[in-house]
């Protein structure tokens, strides 16, 4: 084993999470090739660690073990390290953390593996702690260990790589056979959500507890679908659970990643963009349903929160919030009843029994505000107090030290957001959130794209090339979803342009997607991405996608690709559905998709219209029948666009291309909206 003159890099990264080590005594190397060839040269193996700025045991891990100078010294002398955002670099996470499963191991982050000279896995795990606990062995005895394994031990070595990799190649890179999927493909997917949903505190099992959000759109289609009332229950109760729990920021608006209980009270405290964003969406829905303001108000207030804590300059939104702050989870969220008495003075009585604060608290001693046993009711006189005193408390809390902000721009998520912005205003004729999400989509295109190709990641002026699909596919979306806000051509355009884009270096022979591009050089292998991890997989957004901008277009060729991309999506997840629900409601999509153009909607039509959400229509308003036509192929019976008249309020509803006749009535167009 060779020495390494080798010393930290990561002061030039644009990263912030790598920014967060660039002190270390740890000697931290970039993922690329000349980490690789350095190992290659000293004959040491690779020490690989994946984490994000928001992830509280990757700072656990960091003050423990990189922070501490004997630790380091071993990681020094017997590995050669990389450091690796996740985020910046998901293509990277995917390899290893599947690596990880196929050891048996459940995974998360911090992410510990570690690598041959080639860059292949061959042990690891998750964080380790500087003393034996948690049933987890110590950090230096595990390096120790590992490191003569590599020295003495080359054919057990050997061994493991060869059946790490196949594991890979066949989960990750194979493209599988294509399968027609089956025509109850969403009534299916539901059955099996509501035989492992939490039927007290809603959600799906027990803790911990995501909030799953294609799952939940699952859900919604299904009723949307065929008025199966027990998914829309589920549903609505899941959302309900969430918004009134502490999950939910009642100060500040936003939802937390998830919480450690089963019943939506402990959140681990980080905020992400996508994670909001899906919220967004499943509100806008269970609001048209309802008609519950509560839906509403959460919307505003979490769009408040973006605006405030996450809107960049140029428009675009960064990624997260930390967990921490101060050195302690939860910290800046979490409240001791004194304090709540003292800033409140009168009203804290009635704040406190309806947010659950008490001497005692509700986690640790402290206080999570939540509303899970007094949910907003409609005594409007005690609602207007507990209102003054959020914002109190609120303006209290922002005079403590800040959660960190990882503000690198993420084209996916960022596409997510967009999208959940776009809908929500077109629904509550907020054109304020329309024009934060057409702000973004701006900066996205002017600040992220070169040669017409999109970047994944953004900070500072400093651009991570090529992109993901993902980016590809949610931005697509993102287009697609402004589109109807104003019936922009420019956003048609685009989304044309990054379907060719992603045909030119992403495409595979089944008519599916690679999660890498053609030339992106530094992976291990070039996998698939079809099943969820928070959000919808790659593949499920472009197919998505790509059904809608064929039905947007009646484009014949693009719904025949999109048929054909269903059968390969499908052949790939259909043994495990369940981890799949994103690419189950794409397919949803390809199966019934449906367009309604509305011609001058009178009010009682747009009632109708936002009464009635569903995620696989698209919705269309048009001045007159001439605009109509043009985006329908087949001919508007009873009408003549040329007639030079106001054309009455009508509305046009397609299944795929074939069109009903014109509807001019809104009890009509009710019946018509309804399932089947």
Same mark, same amino acid.
């Given at each position: ?53 928001? @992830? ?21 002398? %017997? ?8 985020? #910046? ?21 911090? %992410? ?181 303001? %509560? ?88 609602? #207007? ?148 991890? !928070? ?111 106001? !054309? ?10 074939? @069109? ?17």
């Amino acid at each position: 084993m060779s020495d390494s003159q080798l010393s930290n890099v990561l002061g030039d990264s644009a990263s912030p999470y790598l920014q967060q080590h660039r002190d270390n005594p740890v000697h931290w190397q970039v993922w690329g090739e000349s980490a690789l060839k350095e190992a290659a040269r000293t004959g040491k193996p690779i020490l690989l660690s994946v984490g994000y700025a928001a @992830c509280h045991w990757c700072h656990v891990m960091a003050h423990e073990s990189f922070e501490d100078p004997a630790t380091a010294a071993v990681m020094n002398e %017997l590995f050669v390290n990389i450091k690796v955002d996740r985020e #910046e670099r998901s293509d990277i996470d995917q390899i290893y953390m599947a690596a990880l499963h196929a050891m048996g191991e459940q995974g998360g982050w911090p %992410l510990t593996m570690f690598l041959n000279s080639a860059g292949e896995p061959f042990w690891g795990g998750t964080y380790f702690p500087p003393t034996a606990r948690f049933g987890r062995p110590n950090f230096i005895s595990v390096l120790k260990s590992i490191a003569n394994i590599y020295a003495a031990e080359p054919d057990k070595v050997t061994k493991n790589v060869a059946a790490v990799r196949a594991h890979l190649e066949r989960t990750l890179a194979d493209a599988g056979t294509p399968s027609a999927p089956p025509a109850n493909i969403v009534a299916d997917q539901a059955t099996g959500i509501l035989s492992i949903i939490d039927r007290k505190n809603g959600g799906i099992g027990q803790a911990p507890k995501f909030p799953n959000a294609s799952m939940l759109e699952t859900l919604w289609r299904h009723w949307r679908l065929t008025g199966a009332t027990d998914s829309r229950d589920a549903a609505l109760h899941w959302l309900r659970a969430m918004i009134n729990g502490g999950i939910y920021d009642h100060l500040g608006g936003g939802m937390a990643r998830y919480t450690v209980d089963a019943g939506w009270l402990v959140p681990h405290f980080e905020k992400m963009l996508y994670d909001n964003a899906q919220l967004i969406r499943s509100l806008t829905w269970a609001h048209g349903e309802t008609g519950d303001d %509560l839906f509403r108000t959460r919307i505003d207030e979490t769009v408040t929160w973006l605006v405030r804590e996450m809107l960049l300059d140029g428009g675009g939104f960064a990624s997260s919030l930390d967990a921490d702050s101060e050195g302690e989870e939860g910290r800046f969220y979490i409240w001791q009843k004194d304090e709540v008495d003292r800033l409140l003075g009168d009203a804290a009585s009635v704040f406190c029994s309806h947010y659950d604060v008490s001497d005692n608290g509700n986690w640790e001693g402290k206080n999570i505000l939540n509303r899970l046993d007094h949910p907003p009711g409609d005594d409007s006189s005690i609602e #207007e107090k507990l209102e003054t005193a959020r914002h109190d408390l609120l303006r209290a809390r922002d005079g403590r030290i800040r959660p960190e902000r990882d503000d690198k721009v993420l084209a996916d998520w960022n596409g997510l957001m967009i999208r959940a912005l776009a809908e929500a205003g077109r629904h509550f004729n907020r054109p304020d959130w329309t024009t934060l999400a057409s702000n973004a989509f701006d900066f996205i295109t002017r600040s992220m794209s070169r040669d017409g190709r999109l970047a994944h990641a953004w900070r500072n002026d400093i651009a991570t090339y090529p992109a993901l699909a993902s980016d590809y596919g949610a931005m697509i979306g993102a287009a697609l979803s402004l589109h109807p806000s104003g019936m922009d051509r420019r956003y048609l355009d685009q989304a044309r342009q990054w379907l060719t884009v992603l045909d030119t270096h992403y495409r595979d022979d089944t008519g599916s997607y690679y999660y890498t591009a053609d030339d992106s050089r530094d992976v291990l292998l070039r996998t698939r991405h079809e099943h969820d991890d !928070a959000a919808p997989s790659a593949n499920a957004s472009i197919l998505e996608s790509l059904t809608h901008l064929a039905l947007l277009s009646d484009d014949v060729e693009l719904t025949a690709r999109a048929n054909t991309m269903a059968a390969a999506l499908w052949g790939r997840v259909k043994g495990m559905p369940m981890a799949a629900s994103g690419a189950v409601n794409a397919i949803g999509t390809v199966q019934a998709p449906r367009k309604l153009v509305l011609v001058n909607p009178a009010k009682d039509m747009l009632d109708v219209v936002r009464s009635l959400p569903d995620p696989s229509r698209i919705d269309l308003i048009v001045t007159d029948l001439a605009a109509a036509q043009s985006v329908i192929s087949s001919p508007i019976s009873d009408a003549n666009p040329e007639s030079g008249k106001q !054309a009455p309020a009508t509305a046009l509803l397609c299944h795929g291309p074939v @069109c009903l006749p014109p509807i001019n009535d809104a009890d009509q167009l009710r019946a018509a909206l309804q399932p089947d």
